[in-house]
């Protein structure tokens, strides 16, 4: 018995050891796995193609040259528009002046609030006269549900109802966008889709005599007349949120724009698509 005992115990021994073994081999040629999975969704922001996170940075990127640039981001009840390009040109509020923080869908990584314009008394005047200017870019981010109002344009008073006035962007009766000219006679383009959805939307229109008249609408190039390269030849002064905008097509009763503003300016110069891209992007 004891030698059958012994006999036995050598065979189970064996049989582990082969078992261990046989683990082992396999072990060693099994595929591995990891312990930790990630993954990453970016369903916002694209760092390799979005050169500018804030509308700060987007827009102060291209402020050389620039008339005037507002972000409209003062306290409710303030009377100057600060102008952060280098023409130190400090627009004022007239009127009722509120701010109100604004939707996220208007230059959310930007601190700062919107400036909210009552359709009545609501708009920036800028302190210096200019003298006809042919080449140049208009900006804004808006919101309205009123099919009426002008945005920003130029006119030759500094603050009352302009006698002369043209290079405006104003809502016409059917919510759309209208970027008018004049030299003899209205020269005008009009984007296909309304505004007045109550969204933050971004405007860029655009003229030089090499360009013609340029509006963009998001980010989108959207009405466009290479033969329109020369507005009226006048002394003026670039306004945000009022003007007359009397005799043009799609004339609204009200002229005051209605709702929120944010990063209001004026170049010297036409932005590129690409510019105009980026700066909406900044936004969104």
Known sequence: MTAARLRDGKLVALLLVVALAVVVLFAQFAPTRS????????NVDSAATAPYFTCTGAVGADLSGATFAYK?????????????????????????????????N??????GSAYVLNGSTSFVSTPRA?????TFSEEVWF???????????????QVATSGQHDRQVYVNTAGQLTFGAYNGATQVITSPNVV????????VATMSAGTGMRLYLDGTLVASNTAY???????GYWRVGYDTVSGWPGQPANFFFTGSMRFAAVYG???????VANHYASGR
């Open 196 to 203: 007045t959805d109550g969204a933050w939307h971004h405007v």
């Open 35 to 42: 312990a930790f999975s990630a993954k990453i969704t970016n």
């Open 143 to 157: 919101r309205t549900t009123v099919a009426g109002g002008m945005l920003i344009g130029f006119g030759a008073s």
């Open 269 to 275: 110069t036409v932005l590129t698509p690409t510019q």
């Open 229 to 235: 390269t020369t507005p009226e030849n006048y002394t």
């Open 72 to 104: 409209l981001g003062e306290a409710s009840g303030a009377k100057t528009a600060t102008d952060w390009s280098s023409a130190g040109a400090n627009g004022t509020y007239q009127g009722s002046m509120v701010a109100s923080t604004p939707s996220p």
């Open 130 to 134: 200019v003298a006809n200017p042919t």
């Open 106 to 111: 208007a230059c959310p990584r930007d601190t």
